[in-house]
């Protein structure tokens, strides 16, 4: 079982920064490929961001691409997710996800564990 937790969420105003941060509990965690996604009201949740187990791997959604990090850091069992250039359309839920396996996948189902969420809210 992994436990994922979340922080780093807030208000922001356009083109602000963020950085959000997810801590997994299991001393494995460096064999999970990581992902984040997010949920606006009303919304499916969506892909934004995965990283391979290595860390030398990484995709993004062509919405966020060229404005948000993933990186993680095996030493700590941590993944963050540095957020630049935001826009209100990026105001969400965000979520930690763990997938078993050293591949990149993106698709909501291929993910075994995650995390409660942490809310981005972007004003105009």
């Known amino acids: 079982q992994v436990q994922l937790v979340e922080s780093g969420g807030g208000l922001v105003q356009t083109g602000g920064s963020l950085r959000l941060s997810c801590a997994a509990s299991r001393r494995t965690f460096r064999a999970y490929t990581m992902a984040w996604f997010r949920q606006a009201p009303g919304k499916e949740r969506e892909f934004v961001a995965t990283?391979?187990?290595?860390?030398?791997?990484?995709y993004y959604a062509d919405s966020v691409k060229g404005r948000f990090t993933i990186s993680r850091d095996n030493a700590k069992n941590t993944v963050y997710l540095q957020m630049n250039s935001l826009k209100p359309e990026d105001t969400a839920v965000y979520y930690c996800a763990a997938a078993d396996t050293i591949v990149v996948v993106t698709t909501h189902g291929e993910y075994d564990y995650w995390g409660q969420g942490t809310q981005v809210t972007v004003s105009s």
């Open positions: 990283i391979r187990w290595s860390g030398g791997s990484t």
